[in-house]
Protein backbone atom coordinates (compact mmCIF):
# COMPACT_ATOMS: atom_id res chain seq x y z
CA UNK A 1 0.00 0.00 0.00
CA UNK A 2 1.74 3.33 -0.81
CA UNK A 3 0.02 6.98 0.15
CA UNK A 4 0.90 9.96 -1.18
CA UNK A 5 -0.45 13.03 0.46
CA UNK A 6 0.00 17.00 -1.30
CA UNK A 7 -1.69 19.87 -0.67
CA UNK A 8 0.30 21.88 2.05
CA UNK A 9 1.34 25.60 2.01
CA UNK A 10 1.07 28.38 3.70
CA UNK A 11 -1.86 30.28 4.44
CA UNK A 12 -3.00 33.48 6.37
CA UNK A 13 -4.97 32.80 10.05
CA UNK A 14 -8.45 32.43 8.85
CA UNK A 15 -7.82 31.31 5.72
CA UNK A 16 -8.41 27.66 3.91
CA UNK A 17 -6.30 24.88 2.56
CA UNK A 18 -7.36 20.89 1.02
CA UNK A 19 -4.78 18.35 1.66
CA UNK A 20 -5.23 15.29 -0.47
CA UNK A 21 -3.72 11.60 -0.53
CA UNK A 22 -3.72 9.34 -3.02
CA UNK A 23 -4.26 5.58 -2.53
CA UNK A 24 -2.85 2.73 -4.26
CA UNK A 25 -2.22 -0.99 -3.45
CA UNK A 26 -5.03 -1.62 -2.12
CA UNK A 27 -7.22 -4.96 -2.59
CA UNK A 28 -9.72 -4.62 -0.05
CA UNK A 29 -12.13 -1.70 0.53
CA UNK A 30 -12.05 -2.30 4.57
CA UNK A 31 -9.89 -0.41 5.79
CA UNK A 32 -9.85 3.19 8.03
CA UNK A 33 -7.69 6.67 6.47
CA UNK A 34 -6.36 9.07 8.78
CA UNK A 35 -4.70 12.09 9.18
CA UNK A 36 -2.36 13.29 11.50
CA UNK A 37 0.02 16.18 12.43
CA UNK A 38 3.30 16.80 14.02
CA UNK A 39 5.60 19.55 14.75
CA UNK A 40 8.62 19.79 15.86
CA UNK A 41 9.32 18.58 19.69
CA UNK A 42 5.76 17.16 19.97
CA UNK A 43 4.17 13.54 19.57
CA UNK A 44 2.40 13.01 16.14
CA UNK A 45 -1.56 13.34 16.84
CA UNK A 46 -4.95 12.53 15.40
CA UNK A 47 -6.67 15.19 12.96
CA UNK A 48 -9.23 13.48 11.81
CA UNK A 49 -9.89 9.48 10.29
CA UNK A 50 -12.79 8.32 7.68
CA UNK A 51 -13.90 4.54 7.50
CA UNK A 52 -13.00 3.86 3.46
CA UNK A 53 -16.08 1.61 3.68
CA UNK A 54 -19.35 2.90 5.33
CA UNK A 55 -17.76 6.76 5.40
CA UNK A 56 -17.94 6.84 9.30
CA UNK A 57 -15.81 9.79 10.20
CA UNK A 58 -14.26 11.12 13.59
CA UNK A 59 -12.31 14.11 14.42
CA UNK A 60 -10.18 15.14 17.22
CA UNK A 61 -11.90 18.14 19.36
CA UNK A 62 -9.15 21.12 18.22
CA UNK A 63 -10.56 20.39 14.32
CA UNK A 64 -14.31 19.73 15.15
CA UNK A 65 -16.27 22.41 12.88
CA UNK A 66 -13.39 23.50 10.90
CA UNK A 67 -11.95 20.47 9.62
CA UNK A 68 -13.96 17.75 6.98
CA UNK A 69 -12.69 14.62 5.92
CA UNK A 70 -13.81 13.02 2.77
CA UNK A 71 -13.39 10.14 0.18
CA UNK A 72 -13.52 9.72 -3.74
CA UNK A 73 -13.88 6.37 -4.65
CA UNK A 74 -13.13 6.80 -8.43
CA UNK A 75 -9.97 9.11 -7.57
CA UNK A 76 -9.28 6.67 -4.56
CA UNK A 77 -8.55 9.60 -2.66
CA UNK A 78 -8.82 11.11 0.61
CA UNK A 79 -9.33 14.63 1.47
CA UNK A 80 -8.90 16.90 3.96
CA UNK A 81 -10.67 19.86 3.95
CA UNK A 82 -9.20 22.84 6.29
CA UNK A 83 -11.00 26.01 7.24
CA UNK A 84 -10.87 28.60 9.54
CA UNK A 85 -7.20 27.78 10.43
CA UNK A 86 -5.16 28.92 13.22
CA UNK A 87 -1.40 29.27 13.67
CA UNK A 88 -1.42 26.66 15.79
CA UNK A 89 -3.00 24.36 12.72
CA UNK A 90 0.75 24.38 11.62
CA UNK A 91 2.38 21.29 11.40
CA UNK A 92 3.56 18.74 9.30
CA UNK A 93 0.06 16.65 8.37
CA UNK A 94 0.25 13.06 7.91
CA UNK A 95 -1.92 10.90 5.89
CA UNK A 96 -2.19 6.99 7.03
CA UNK A 97 -4.18 3.87 7.23
CA UNK A 98 -5.16 0.84 8.92
CA UNK A 99 -7.12 -2.35 8.15
CA UNK A 100 -10.37 -2.76 9.08
CA UNK A 101 -13.36 -0.08 9.69
CA UNK A 102 -13.29 0.60 13.51
CA UNK A 103 -12.30 3.92 13.30
CA UNK A 104 -8.97 4.52 15.60
CA UNK A 105 -6.83 7.90 17.29
CA UNK A 106 -3.55 6.06 18.02
CA UNK A 107 -0.62 6.67 15.71
CA UNK A 108 0.13 2.92 16.52
CA UNK A 109 -3.24 1.64 14.95
CA UNK A 110 -2.03 2.66 11.27
CA UNK A 111 0.25 0.70 9.79
CA UNK A 112 0.54 2.42 6.12
CA UNK A 113 2.24 6.17 6.15
CA UNK A 114 2.36 8.56 3.46
CA UNK A 115 4.77 11.08 3.50
CA UNK A 116 4.32 14.35 5.29
CA UNK A 117 2.77 17.62 3.77
CA UNK A 118 3.84 20.91 5.30
CA UNK A 119 0.84 23.65 6.11
CA UNK A 120 1.88 26.91 7.45
CA UNK A 121 -0.63 29.10 9.55
CA UNK A 122 0.91 32.70 9.92
CA UNK A 123 -0.15 36.04 8.50
Known amino acids: VQLQASGGGLVRPGGSLNLSCGVS????????MGWFRQTPGKEREFVAG????????SYADSVKGRFAISRDYLKDTVSLQMNSLKPEDTAVYYC?????????????????WGQGTLVTVSS
Open 50 to 57: ISWREGSK
Open 25 to 32: GRTSTNYV
Open 96 to 112: ASREGRLLRSGVREYIW
